[in-house]
């Protein structure tokens, strides 16, 4: 999941891992379970399906109820093996007629039986009520086999009293045996007993278990005659649960605490923790392993209720910050306050008046409590729930559970339904919560790894950008570097180059005008004749500085147009044909007769262009220099896209050294060759170049120095030739 999330360490649970664990922890408890489940297999077994109904017994026969595994039973008797035999002699003995229609279920009996019937036999509906259970006597004859040297019989959980005799001879005694309405006794967990067989291998068991005064009282849990290993098993396998159980809170405290980093308060997950660990010491305190003598064991019992009630409401209070909804948020302190008081008023009861404990009344108030607590919490999560989405689901269906659980102890007279099934919603809310901290966990760390990745991929192209305004920032710089230099050289170059005619004209004015005698006729046209060639030259100067200038500048655009460079080179051959006439230079002129060289372009330009050219080249040959001019389709048909133009200015003069060629059309730039006489501001060729790139033209020159030079100037043909455009 977070593979791609480049810097953040794998998250340590993966959903998948923690399926494992929960399936482990659900296949561990379940055979936990199933171990102290064959607690309820062994030889008193009978379940709350399998109920034996005792409506069609007799009680005037004074024959017992046959249970299953051979156990009879006397209800509500209180005999002594003697009586038993007696009675079995007799079959005559004193009954308790109100068990009409009796119920055997897994925690003793229940009567259904006729309460209109029972009052006729002059008892009141609180002896009806207070005498649910298993009170009674329970015998059973077993016969061994010779090799058994003992047995031991185990009852996990006496309520009140008990004797129990074995072969005729009382061997243990727990609480008062007694009839009397009005005598409480804490419950009892009886230790194992060693029984050991007749020489016949016979054994009788009566256990007289007895007080009508406890609405608990009787045989709760199933007592058990088995090897001794057996038994070992069984009591193995009540530690087991405990500790499968407190493994599994163990288990759940640390992880829990690693995660509820992303539970929205960390507080909440204690008091959830403490609201169930008060449920787990409920569980240890309860009647099957007698911790505390006396009273002391149901007394913590039923405080850790009362306080396990008490953290529900907190728990469930402190989930919602306050602002949630008006309507609890003036509630807030009233509710705190009135379950706060209420605890501590059922504490100090229990705790000053540890009697009341057994009343049927206390019971009662403390169902109430429960149900009432509970009650309040369903609503306030439903309501809250409207206003609060975080864990709306999980909150609304833990309040649900948990009032299930604490209301389990409604049914807690069937006693072994009740544990398995508190612990068993016990371990599904933990394992929901788990899941859902996990998840939560899970889905907050691929949020974060899932930002990570997209600031990861903003930064990269942020980096990206501001690498490349960087380095746009860096040519322009080198680029203005460049133009400074160019700029500060031109001036240096035009402000040269203007002073020096400039200084000829003025040494040429104070000549003559400190001349001490009047000049001749000749030297005045002289002088004359030499500052016009230096004004000419300034012009000239400025002129092309003008025409740079123009080029450059971006809105100077081209006048396109169809051109035939054979005519407009021809005219100005003519023109410099005149001009050489009655000189020893020659110039001549070759092109195409049946092809007018038709090209697009700047008329006025090019005219400058192909003038510069033959100008040079009449400036830079001696006096019987020969200048050819030629014009022509390009030969190459690879040239500018396969129709090309040229015009080729060859002369005889003086040539450009080879080394400076690939100078001659920067500004400025003058051969070393070309003489001091010539005048020239080095411009010419910079235009010219300037003009062919607009054009999309090429330029270029061979030249040997000594021997001269060959211009030649290319330009793409046009495909609409002249006559069809003059048309
Ligand atoms: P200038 O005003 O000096 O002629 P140009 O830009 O026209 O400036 O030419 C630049 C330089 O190129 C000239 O100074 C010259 O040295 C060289 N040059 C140009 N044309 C020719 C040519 N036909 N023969 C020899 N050198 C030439």
Redesign the pocket.
Known sequence: MSSQSGKLRKHPFSIGLSIVILVAAIVISSLAFLLINRRRGSDFSYTISGAVNLSSWDANQGMPVILEKGWEFYPNHILTPEKIHQSQEENATERYAYYRGVQISSDGWIDLGDTAELYSYGYSASDYKMNPYGVGTYRIELLLSQNVDFVTLNIPDIAQSATIWVNGKAVRHYGTVSEARNVYEPARVCADIQIEPTSEGKIEIVIVCANFSSPFGGILSSPCVASTSTIGTIEYSVRMYLTVLCAFWVFFLIGGSYISKTFISRSKFYFFLLMFAADIVYEIFAPSVNIMSGNWNTLIQISLLILANYWTFLFYYSLYPKGTSRLFDKLRYVELSLFSVITALYLVTFWCFPSVMYLHSSTVANLVLLLVTHLYCIFRVLYMGRHFEHGKNLYAGSVFLNTFIHLTILIRAQYFVYITLHAFLLLFLAISFTLYFVMDYVRTYEKLADNNKNLESAVEEKTRYIKRVNQDLMDNHIKLVENEEARKKMMSNVSHDLRTPITAIRGYIELMLNAKEPLSREQEVQYLNNMHTRSVQMEQLIS?LVQLTRMESENDTLELMPISVKEMVQDLFQLYHAECEGTEKTITFDAPKDDDLIIEGDPKKLLRVFE??IV??M???HDDGIINIVCHRYPDPAMLGGNAVEVLIR?N????PAN?VPY??DRF???E??GIN?????????I?KSVMDKHGGKIW?D?EEGR??E?HIVFAASSVSFDEEEE
Not at 678 to 686: M, V
């Open positions: 092309d510069n050219i040079n080249a400036k830079y040959t002369d003069g003086v040539g450009i400076e001659v059309f730039y003058r051969a060759n070309s010539k005048t020239g501001s080095g411009l010419g060729l910079s010219v020159v030249s001269g030079s211009f």
